[in-house]
């Protein structure tokens, strides 16, 4: 007797099993080697998506394999809830953002149940959560108290008509105006938290050699970081201040015919003449509008102006004349450089555009010293030229040779650069968790004191769409006394960026309510030791690539202060990444509403069933490449797990001809080692089927089958032999028989024979 394969069924009762069990909870166990699996927390959009699907379906996978390879696994999961969507919802509804979160996350807890994966629930975090965010603030703390977070003016957008900071996604428009208004919008400088993970960046660049990521994240977060080594060398202005510049090439000294400052250089006021100070105004202006991307961008037209003033060249005496331009960034290096058109792209651009010299200084690879075309960089062959003292010198190691010579001479020294920034925390919204802050006339900047976290976040705050944080317009929030002398003061109302939050769930799951209620102290760890010391760091990673250069960077920064503050003693936060492909519609594009090709996944489980959904996911390629949706091959996945359905429950239709009794043991060996194998991919149908066959404990709880390599040596294999394409006759043969004589053999059957009729062999897979 055997009933149908009914997913709907099986599926359910299994996860209510499996939690009512508590067989995805996990202890330590020192008994066995551990192993902490974790996917990037979800955002809780509201809908779990394919991406979800396809994040997590792998992942669960992969920990379940493991926990059969006797680990002892944990696999969290939770929600990255604080962020700017919520906000929108907020103001568009007239809800506090955290009833859209809270409804949002309860629906996501359904759907993602329906998947079956082994997430120890127990263990959930949402950095929404007081109880999460405390510990948020508490970290913020340690870092003010380290140093480590400082307060610094930092250019933010502003709009000069609504009178307000503007958020990056309400700038619009190649021309930078304000969402609602349209005026153009103005860089503002306003006082912001920062994190000084530029301390941090020789260590994030030279510590990837130790820790298994993909070369595609290591390679985004190489050029994120920046690294470049040259020298600063000092020119001088004709009123004789000393003007700093950072080249990494420093074997081009001699080629520089003209300067160009930052339109922010301190010294731009000062060496511009009288008939060009409005140009130089006026163009400055411009420039203030723009940020730093925009500026920077390759293809952007090159503008500029002349100063009036000239410098003098110290390795040559000469004085080239100083433009400002906004392709020069006052954040990066010195804000000045020396422009030496010949060798550099922009610079050349630059000087034909204003027809300024460009003299040629590296030799090319041939020798070539003629005028030239296009800038050359000349970084590997050829030799210096027209530069005095270094004619003749070759550019390989030439950097280094002009380094010493500045430095003996007093013109200059070695520097690095890093493209990398301090970390902007500051956010004038209101869906994060508070700065622990308060400014207070008499004491100064105060930090909430530890015993006083949680900063809560007022349910009752009034959502207008004005750009700033409600926190600021919410007299119970923002007045308060300060904690030091007990005087009126002001909270901070800005609240940390979601990044900040999210760079330390991992550490959060391992125990976070295990203080619940309870006042912190400076010297609590916000985890469970015990439980710390065993799970962590983690050891496997998974999530989209789009984050390599955000918050994998910034939770690995987050960890290397974290240990310089004695809180963990490692120095990664996750030792293995792996980054998932994407899922694209079944028209090969990426899913998208406008194009009407989103896959809704719900609708495939209704459909099919959970399990089929996950394998049809594991199926649809590796997993780091993702591809389409594909209808036929879904269905292909169902009709595999009704056939095992019916094998397993001896469905006559699928066992005929019926059994010999004979082979019973075997086909029973085999069907459990069937249902081991495909217990991880397909959790419920392999459980349902389990017990089935008279087991009792869960197929989750098995160790994975091993195989008797010796016995499964075969003592002949079969060859089938192709002829274009089609199988036209078969070789029996010892196993590791040669190539060469497989062939011989091949051309030597009567079938192929026939089949090749006399052509010769154009190519062979050359077994
Ligand atoms: C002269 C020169 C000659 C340069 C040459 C390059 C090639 P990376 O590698 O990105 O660090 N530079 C320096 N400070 C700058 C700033 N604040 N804004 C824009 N550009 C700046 O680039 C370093 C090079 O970028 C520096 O070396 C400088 O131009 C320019 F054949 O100096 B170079
Ligand atoms: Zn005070």
């Keep these: 007797m055997s009933e149908r394969y009914n997913p709907a069924a099986i599926e359910t009762k299994w996860q209510t099993v499996w939690e009512e069990q508590g067989i995805d909870k996990t202890q330590m166990d020192e008994g066995k080697p551990k192993w902490y699996a974790l996917t990037m927390l979800p955002y809780p959009s509201g809908d779990l998506h394919t991406g979800h699907w396809y994040a997590y379906t792998p992942s669960d996978a992969a920990a379940r394999f493991k926990r059969m390879h006797g680990y002892n696994v944990f696999f969290p999961i939770g929600f990255d809830a604080f962020g700017l969507p919520a906000e929108n919802a907020a103001i568009k509804r007239g809800a506090h953002p955290a009833q859209w979160t809270w409804a949002n996350i309860a629906r996501m807890r359904t759907q993602l149940r329906r998947m079956g994966a082994m997430w120890a629930w127990d263990s959930e975090a949402v950095s929404a959560d007081p109880e999460y965010y405390k510990w948020s603030q508490w970290f913020f703390r340690k870092f003010y108290d380290a140093g480590i977070a400082y307060r610094e003016y930092a250019p933010v957008d502003w709009c000069p008509t609504c009178n307000t900071t503007l958020a990056r996604e309400q700038v619009w428009g190649d021309d930078r105006h304000c969402e609602r208004c349209g005026t153009p919008v103005i860089k503002k400088n306003l006082e912001q938290w920062k994190f000084r993970i530029t301390n941090y960046a020789d260590e994030l660049l030279d510590d990837m050699a130790q820790i298994d990521w993909p070369e595609r994240v290591k390679g985004d977060a190489d050029q994120w970081i920046g690294r470049s080594i040259g020298a600063e060398v000092t020119f001088h202005t004709e009123q004789g201040d000393p003007l700093v510049i950072f080249t990494t090439r420093p074997d081009t000294l001699w080629g520089a015919t003209f300067m160009v400052l930052a339109p922010e250089h301190a010294l731009v006021d000062s060496v511009t003449t009288v008939e060009y100070r409005s140009a130089v105004a006026a163009y400055k202006a411009q420039a203030a509008r723009m940020d730093e991307i925009e500026r920077g961008a390759a293809d952007k037209e090159k503008t500029g102006v002349f100063t009036g003033g000239f410098a003098r060249n110290p390795v040559n005496g000469e004085m080239i004349p100083i433009w400002i331009a906004d392709y020069v960034m006052m954040g990066y290096g010195t804000g000045a450089i020396m422009a030496v058109p010949a060798h550099d792209e922009r610079d050349f651009a630059f000087a034909t555009k204003y027809q300024l010299p460009i003299r040629r200084v590296i030799t090319g690879p041939d020798g070539a010293t003629g005028p030239l075309a296009e800038a050359y960089a000349g970084k590997e062959d050829g030799a210096m030229i027209n530069s005095g003292p270094f004619d003749g010198t070759p550019v390989e190691g030439a950097v280094t040779k002009v380094i010493q010579w500045l430095e003996e001479k007093n013109l200059g020294v070695g520097a690095v650069n890093y493209r990398l920034r301090d970390w902007l925390i ?224 001896d469905d006559p239709q699928m066992t005929n001809p019926t059994l010999d009794p004979n082979i019973t043991p075997v086909w029973n060996q085999a069907i459990r080692s069937l249902l081991l194998m495909m217990a991880p991919i397909f959790p419920h149908i392999s459980e349902e089927l389990w017990h089935v066959e008279g087991n009792t404990s869960s197929v989750h709880l098995q160790r994975w089958p091993e195989a008797d390599l010796e016995k499964a040596q075969e003592d002949e294999v079969v060859v089938v ?22 062939r011989k053999q091949a051309l030597a059957l009567e079938n192929v024979t026939r089949w090749m009729a006399g052509k010769q062999v154009q190519r062979d897979c050359g077994a």
């Design 721 to 742: 032999v192709q002829v274009n394409g089609k199988v036209r006759d078969k070789l029996t043969v010892a196993p590791g028989t040669d190539a060469t004589v497989l």
């Design 426 to 649: 500051s956010r004038q919204r209101m869906w994060g968790a508070p700065i622990p802050i308060i400014y207070c006339p008499t004491c100064g900047v105060v930090p909430v004191p530890y015993e006083e976290l949680p900063v809560l976040l007022p349910d009752d705050a009034e959502f207008r769409p004005t750009g700033e944080s409600p926190l600021k317009y919410h007299e119970g929030f923002r007045y308060v006394k300060c904690p030091t002398c007990g005087g009126d003061a002001e909270r901070e109302t800005d609240t940390m960026d979601t990044f900040m939050c999210s760079s330390w769930y991992q550490y959060a799951d391992v125990s976070l309510y295990w203080k619940k209620g309870e006042p912190l102290k400076a010297d609590d760890l916000p985890w469970d030791k015990e439980k710390g010391d065993y799970w962590l760091p983690v050891d496997q990673y998974t999530g989209g690539i789009e984050h390599a250069t955000m918050h994998l960077l910034y939770t690995r920064f987050f960890t290397k202060a974290l240990r310089d503050l004695g809180v963990v003693n490692f120095d990664e936060p996750m030792q293995r990444l792996f980054n998932q492909g994407m899922i694209l519609g079944p028209d090969g594009e990426k899913m998208s509403k406008s194009r009407g090709n989103v896959i809704n996944p719900d609708e495939f489980v209704d459909r099919y069933g959970a399990d089929t959904v996950r394998g049809y996911l594991m199926f649809i390629g590796p997993w780091d490449m993702g591809g389409p949706w594909d209808m036929n091959a879904i269905e292909g996945v169902h009709r595999f797990l009704h056939r095992v359905w019916g094998v397993v429950t």
